[in-house]
């Protein structure tokens, strides 16, 4: 069964802060992504990978930051947390294939306060 | 730039039919997808489009239309636990496989 594996699901933390949000797939997939999700919003994305080492920014990048050393984990990275950095971030990953429908498999979320 | 439009909102009655619909503009097209999301867990994918049609899965169906930009799902039957939101989001061209997502829309299903 394909899994995606957020570190945290709570986490509650103060202005100025570094945040690490940590990301694990076992499906072997090339790429992954980090969304934000707020109420009225959807789901925005900060960043993306296609490949290790590989990163490109999405809609929202500012105020993150992200880290792909091996190919399973994607981690996003709050420099100095803001209360407008309060949300839930999700992690997905998916096949960098275009055989399949390249569906996005999600982390069930990390709920994110900065207070 | 993408542009994704669903309703906030909907309700229906158990047993009954409901049509979620999406428009989309995008720069160009590479498919689109419907996700479901109950409150406090993770979007699931249902559907898949990228040809003009009907897509069947049981009770639910995806229906395309690239000339007009615009998908529905619907769902028959309908049963409690079908209250959740649902997510339009669409593929954009040019070998990127990154989908953008609509605000989603919250189905709220009563007896």
């Known amino acids: 069964d394909v899994k995606v594996t957020q570190s945290s699901r709570y986490l509650v933390k103060r202005t100025g802060e570094k945040v690490f949000l940590e990301c694990v797939q076992d499906?072997?997939?090339?790429?992954m992504f980090w969304y934000r999700q707020d109420p009225g919003l959807g789901l925005r994305l900060i960043y993306f990978?296609?490949?290790?080492?590989?990163?490109e920014k999405g809609d929202i990048p500012e105020g993150y930051s992200v880290s792909r050393e091996k190919k399973e984990r994607f981690s996003l990275i709050l420099e100095s947390a803001s209360t407008n950095q309060t949300s839930m971030y999700l992690c997905?990953?998916?096949?960098?294939?275009?055989?399949?429908?390249?569906?996005?498999?999600f982390g069930e979320g990390s709920r994110l306060t900065v207070l | 730039g993408q542009n994704i439009d669903q309703p906030t909102e909907m309700t229906a009655t158990e047993g009954a039919i409901v049509q979620i619909n999406c428009t989309y503009q995008t720069s160009g097209f590479n498919g689109l997808f419907w996700y479901q999301q109950h409150a406090g867990e993770a979007p699931t994918f249902l559907s898949y489009n990228v040809l003009d049609g009907l897509e069947e899965k049981g009770r639910f169906s995806s229906f395309l239309s690239r000339s007009k930009g615009y998908s529905y799902l619907l769902l028959k039957e309908l049963q409690m636990k079908d209250s959740a939101s649902y997510l339009c989001a669409v593929r954009g061209a040019g070998g990127s496989y990154i989908p953008t997502f609509g605000r989603g829309t919250s189905l709220i299903v009563h007896p």
């Open positions: 997905a990953s998916s096949l960098l294939d275009q055989t399949n429908t390249g569906e996005l498999f």
């Open positions: 990978s296609y490949d290790v080492k590989m990163k």
């Open positions: 499906m072997d997939h090339e790429n």
